[in-house]
């Protein structure tokens, strides 16, 4: 298929919504740009639709909204306060918006007529899904069919498309369906799964095949106790789960793709500089800076208007001020930034490096306000949500970052193992050890040294101390200059606050690490 062709998948018409599919698309919309950092909004649509699914239409109004959905105390009085009047002329507009966005393909209509507040659910005529051939970057496309239902009280369309849209938030894919046939036509990888009931909660199991030989790639069954969320947020984490493995930077589908492609010679592919730019996320291998800048410099030339790219330039010239320190590179990122969200404002690629250009110009308040916009925008991105508790951590929100750091490893489970660092240093200065060693174990930083130095220090409060000085040694062997290095690589490579870098190079020095 040429780069301008474009297919159409034919897809089934949606029946009638039933409460179930009405409250998988109040999911999707809740999880949408327009709803997803506006909590009041967030809270009016959802107690409109729950009284309506509940037959409870006619006590719809202004006075039970405020009181019910808002919070305002019981005398509130509609006729001099406009509060929900105004809110929901903003939840119409951002269902307007929703629909002709993230929305455009959904198969359910949630809308609330002006003139009062009770919601319509309506089902969306099927018109065929147009699938363009991405060009140049010839993204991997990736096809998710309707998951088969074991159970009565399942909404598998209703899932597969929750998996579509955080897919399609992660960035680097061409995301296709949810398709209502088992065929997927111009698909490279195809995700097909089940859903099941258990006794006390929900188990999925999916599996990814590779379409151009029918290989089974990944598959996993993940299970939700009921006990620890609502039916709809169990699906919904599932259903993160799902795509955070396969899709994330590092997850299943671009790892099989950097495998089956020479990145060096396919110099003229956008994607394989994205899969370049992935590659060094693995180990935050310094060797690899330089190869992978010059690679997105080229894929943003050929594509000024794409985001990512532009963002993960960004990202790649801050590694290269991270290396070199200096200023003209941090200079480059700021521009690379203001590239990526100038083409999409709400890029998550291009909106965590702002937060980390803010921080490394010193300017804090700005990246606080900055951080604190993020944060919803990446809640499904394993990658992402690593670098903002980076953010965190710097911004001394030490339980934020950690919060951050365990959701990012959860959502994608074959993370690289520098995402022990933090939870390491945590419980070394909390004085847990045995949680400290055993995270420290899983770490995993080639030519960079301070794995072995974080373990040399917590083997030595262990009382460990020859194995602390193995350690030390496998710390010189990566870096033979760290006792100059040292105070540098944990307070600015690190960014570990002045404390815990005085602990560490405390204990190392008791190992014998500067004479």
Not at 100 to 119: F, L, M, N, Q, T
Not at 336 to 341: D, E, P, T
Not at 380 to 406: I, K, M, N, Q, Y
Request: hydrophobic share 40%; proline share 7%.
């Amino acid at each position: 298929m040429s780069s301008n062709q474009v297919r159409e998948v034919a897809t089934a018409a949606p029946p009638h919504p039933s409460p179930f599919e009405v409250q998988g698309q109040l999911q999707l919309i809740l999880v949408g740009a327009p709803f997803r950092s506006a909590p009041r909004m967030r809270d009016l649509l959802t107690y409109v639709v729950t009284e309506a699914l509940a037959g409870h239409g006619h006590r719809i109004n202004e006075r039970t909204i405020a009181v019910e959905a808002l919070g305002r105390p019981a005398t509130f009085d509609p006729r001099v306060d406009p509060a929900v009047r105004v809110l929901a002329g903003r939840v119409r507009s951002a269902l307007d918006l929703y629909y002709r966005s993230d929305g455009a393909h959904d198969p359910v209509c949630i809308d609330i007529p002006k003139g009062g507040y009770v919601p319509r659910f309506r089902p969306v005529a099927p018109t065929p899904l147009q699938l363009v051939t991405p060009a140049p970057s010839d993204l991997p496309r990736v096809a998710v069919v309707v998951f088969d239902s074991v159970g009565p009280d399942h909404r598998p369309t209703a899932i597969a498309e929750t998996v579509v849209v955080h897919l399609s938030h992660l960035g680097g894919l061409c995301v296709l369906g949810p398709l209502h046939n088992q065929d997927a036509p111009g698909a490279d990888y195809i995700l097909r799964g089940s859903i099941h009931s258990l006794p006390r909660g929900l188990r999925v199991t999916a599996r990814l095949i590779f379409a151009a030989t029918g290989e089974t790639i990944w598959s996993d069954v993940l299970e939700q106790p009921s006990s620890d969320t609502s039916p709809l947020d169990a699906e919904d984490d599932l259903a993160s789960l799902v795509a955070g493995t396969i899709g994330d930077y590092l997850g299943v589908v671009h790892r099989h793709a950097a495998q089956r492609r020479d990145l060096d010679a396919d110099v003229q592919s956008s994607y394989a500089a994205l899969l370049s730019y992935f590659d060094y996320l693995s180990e935050i291998d310094l060797a690899k800076v330089e190869p992978t800048v010059v690679a997105l410099e080229a894929a943003v030339d050929r594509e000024p208007g794409n985001a990512l790219l532009a963002g993960a330039l960004a990202g790649m010239y801050l590694a290269r001020h991270s290396r070199d320190h200096k200023p003209e590179a941090a200079q480059q990122a700021r521009q690379a930034v203001r590239q990526g969200l100038a083409i999409e404002p709400n890029n998550p690629q291009a909106s965590t490096i702002l937060v980390t250009t803010h921080l490394v110009s010193g300017s804090v308040e700005a990246a606080r306000v900055e951080f604190d916009r993020l944060v919803p925008i990446i809640w499904h991105h394993p990658t992402l949500l690593f670098l903002a508790g980076v953010c965190a951590s710097v911004l001394g929100d030490t339980e934020r970052c950690l919060e951050l750091t365990r959701r990012s490893m959860r959502l994608n489970p074959n993370h690289p193992g520098y995402r022990y660092l933090f939870l390491a240093v945590e419980e070394y200065r909390n004085g847990n050890l045995e949680a400290a060693l055993h995270a420290a174990e899983r770490l995993r930083s080639p030519g960079w040294g301070w794995a072995p130095a974080i373990r040399a220090a917590v083997l030595f409060r262990m009382g460990r101390t020859e194995d602390a000085v193995t350690e030390l040694q496998h710390t010189y062997a990566e870096m033979p200059d760290f006792d100059q290095q040292a105070r540098r690589v944990f307070a600015e490579d690190l960014l570990l606050d002045g404390d815990l870098v005085e602990q560490f190079l405390d204990d190392l020095d008791a190992v014998g690490a500067f004479g």
